[in-house]
Nanobody, 126 residues
Framework: QVHLVESGGGLVQAGGSLRLSCAAS????????IGWFRQAPGKEREFVAA????????YYADSVKRRFTISRDNAKNAVFLQMNSLKPEDAAVYYC???????????????????WGQGTQVTVSS
């Protein structure tokens, strides 16, 4: 079992930055892939970014490449999402999620993830 808690959301002007954190507790955190998804009102949940336990692989949605950076600190059981140059269309509830790390896993899909946090709201004013 893995318990995930997000923090760091808030209100920011377009062009600004926010840093989201995901604190994890439970078993074998370092052998998981941790992903961030987001869901805006009336829209489906969409993939944002993910990082493998080994740090070898990171994954980004095209819409956030070169603006968002995902990182993790296994010693602290934490994953971070640094979001720069925020746009109004980035506004959503952001969810942290955890998946088992295995060869060939499709970590762009929410179906790969077994555990989810409650989410943190990000609002971007224009």
């Amino acid at each position: 079992q893995v318990h995930l808690v997000e923090s760091g959301g808030g209100l920011v002007q377009a062009g600004g930055s926010l840093r989201l954190s995901c604190a994890a507790s439970g078993s074998t955190f370092s052998r998981l892939v941790i992903g961030w998804f987001r869901q805006a009102p009336g829209k489906e949940r969409e993939f944002v970014a993910a990082i493998s336990w080994s740090f070898i692989s990171t994954y980004y949605a095209d819409s956030v490449k070169r603006r968002f950076t995902i990182s993790r600190d296994n010693a602290k059981n934490a994953v971070f999402l640094q979001m720069n140059s925020l746009k109004p269309e980035d506004a959503a509830v952001y969810y942290c999620s955890a998946a088992r790390d295995y060869p060939g896993g499709n970590y762009y899909s929410s179906r790969a993830y077994d555990y989810w946090g409650q989410g943190t709201q990000v609002t971007v004013s224009s």
